[in-house]
């Protein structure tokens, strides 16, 4: 009889089970040893009176404040009520699309492709306008260096214009302005763009450095790839100087230098299978800095949405199900554990009492749902980890597992096989008992373990499980 240790290492759905890969992390998240718990989703503020597309947060000094468009406004959160105010300029907008926003100094910058690009500064403005007359219409909007960048407005898809140096109001060429525009032959459509020291402008078939040279040209515009391109402008995401996108063969991360796949033999094809491509234009892709992970929320095959994530520390995948329609990075607004009487009940507070939402200012991981803000802050969801296959002999049965949980303990369940073609079948799960130990009894040459963590479990790392070798017949 011999006691076997499942580590619960990478999910890597493209492999078969007999690599020892786990074949499923579900509402989980990647951590360097093991799986720890995804949060659900919860509201935080009322609803408005269309559904948003997306939410965004601008902080300048001690100010913080929260926006979350449609296609015809675009709202204000109010902390004292929970409400969304409607602050948008004179005549609303005309966008089914998500809007993308930067910050420049202490106005934030929207671009919703359709309309003239649209400005608020924080602490002075009641709504938004227009940021200036000559400013493009464009899709996509980031800042590179001293600079606000747009690009693709409709009738020129492949352009990028910026303003003139520390000057977002000045898109006018000329003697006295570095403002200019570029147009890239190459590529398709620009898909979107990044920023920072230098500008990553991402397209079809191509992606493009933009670095600053100064007077005449003002900007160098290299080739990075030529071949490989983004599928889905809304697949891209920037954590610090690493732009992750999803191109037409999966995932994959620039550090303006190199382009590097991170879903190859992983999770691509998993990913495809699951995505429904019709309405992948309503994906949408979030950094959640308190868990280090990318994520990416998109309508799945089932009718339903999915998050997958990525881990960018330890280069980790898992997934979860969600009803939240975009994800997006927000900040709190300021609000303290005094102001908690505006929530009806404690059942009602959308963190956890020790959530960063109460420090004030604060990234965040957030989204929309219909016409409110939600906040991933609540109660786990429900977990759910498949491992590989393990062997002990040609024939074996597992007898006992014993499930290595930090701060909790599991229900468990086996489906054993005989054959590798044959299907996967698992019995009834069973909770551990208070010495966490599980009995079973199931036969096969091929165990694989279903584990659920239950009760306050931080981190899924393992599973002892006992089997007892058995002659054939």
């Known amino acids: 009889m011999a006691t076997k240790r499942l580590v619960l290492g990478e999910w890597l759905p493209d492999q078969p089970g007999l690599t020892g890969a786990v074949t499923k992390a579900k509402n989980v998240v990647p951590v360097m040893n093991g799986y720890g718990a995804f949060p659900s989703a919860e509201v935080f503020s009322n609803n408005a009176a269309e559904n948003l597309l997306t939410v965004v947060a601008g902080k300048f000094g001690d100010t913080v404040q929260l926006f979350a468009p449609s296609a015809t406004k675009i709202f204000k959160f109010d902390q004292n009520d929970l409400g969304l105010d409607d602050v948008s300029k004179v005549g609303g907008y005309a966008s089914a699309i998500a809007w993308k926003f930067v910050?420049?100094?202490?106005?934030?910058?929207?671009?919703?492709?359709?309309?003239?690009?649209?400005?608020?500064?924080?602490?002075?403005?009641?709504?938004?306008?227009?940021?200036?007359?000559?400013?493009?219409?464009?899709?996509?909007?980031?800042?590179?260096?001293?600079?606000?960048?747009?690009?693709?407005?409709?009738?020129e898809p492949n352009r990028v214009y910026w303003s003139d140096i520390n000057d977002e109001t000045n898109w006018t060429s000329g003697p006295t302005s570095q403002s200019?525009?570029?147009?890239?032959?190459?590529?398709?459509?620009?898909?979107?763009?990044?920023?920072?020291?230098?500008?990553l402008i991402l397209l079809e078939k191509a992606i493009y450095r933009m670095s600053y040279i100064g007077s005449p040209l003002f900007f160098?515009?290299?080739?990075?790839?030529?071949?490989?391109?983004?599928?889905?402008?809304?697949?891209?995401?920037?954590?610090?100087?690493?732009?992750?996108?999803?191109?037409?063969?999966?995932?994959?991360?620039?550090?303006?230098?190199?382009?590097?796949?991170?879903?190859?033999?992983?999770?691509n094809r998993w990913f495809f299978d699951d995505v429904d491509e019709g309405n992948i234009d309503r994906m949408s892709a979030a950094v959640d800095p308190e868990r280090n992970i990318v994520a990416w929320c998109y309508p799945n095959t089932s009718g339903g949405r999915s998050i997958i994530a990525y881990n960018w520390q330890t280069s980790r995948w898992s997934y979860a199900i969600t009803t939240v329609n975009f994800i997006s990075s927000a900040a709190t607004v300021g609000t303290t554990l005094e102001q908690l009487d505006i929530y009806t009940s404690l059942e009602g507070v959308p963190a956890s009492l020790d959530s960063r939402l109460w420090a004030g200012g604060k990234p965040l991981f957030a989204g929309v749902r219909g016409g409110g803000i939600i906040l991933f802050g609540?109660?786990?969801?429900?977990?759910?980890?498949?491992?590989?296959?393990?062997?002990?002999?040609?024939?074996?049965?597992?007898?006992?597992?014993?499930?290595?949980?930090?701060?909790?303990?599991?229900?468990?369940?086996?489906?054993?096989?005989?054959?590798?073609?044959?299907?996967?079948?698992?019995?009834?799960?069973?909770?551990?008992?208070?010495?966490?130990?599980?009995?079973?009894?199931?036969?096969?040459?091929?165990?694989?373990?279903?584990?659920?963590?239950?009760?306050?479990w931080t981190t899924v790392m393992a599973i002892d499980l006992e089997l007892q070798p058995v002659g054939g017949r």
């Open 103 to 155: 910050q420049f100094g202490k106005v934030i910058i929207g671009a919703n492709g359709n309309n003239t690009l649209q400005a608020w500064t924080i602490g002075t403005s009641t709504t938004w306008d227009d940021l200036a007359v000559a400013a493009p219409s464009a899709r996509f909007v980031t800042v590179v260096r001293d600079f606000v960048v747009a690009a693709n407005e409709s009738s």
């Open 180 to 199: 200019d525009f570029q147009d890239i032959a190459d590529g398709g459509n620009i898909q979107g763009l990044t920023g920072g020291e230098s500008g």
């Open 220 to 267: 160098q515009f290299d080739a990075i790839s030529r071949t490989l391109g983004c599928y889905e402008a809304n697949s891209i995401v920037q954590k610090g100087s690493l732009t992750f996108f999803l191109s037409d063969d999966g995932f994959y991360v620039c550090d303006g230098q190199n382009v590097t796949p991170i879903g190859a033999e992983k999770v």
């Open 378 to 456: 609540g109660p786990p969801m429900e977990p759910e980890l498949i491992s590989g296959d393990i062997e002990e002999g040609m024939q074996s049965i597992a007898k006992t597992a014993w499930p290595q949980i930090d701060g909790g303990s599991a229900d468990i369940a086996v489906a054993s096989r005989f054959r590798l073609d044959e299907d996967v079948v698992f019995g009834s799960d069973v909770s551990a008992t208070d010495e966490n130990r599980v009995s079973l009894r199931s036969v096969g040459r091929y165990h694989r373990v279903r584990v659920k963590p239950t009760g306050n």
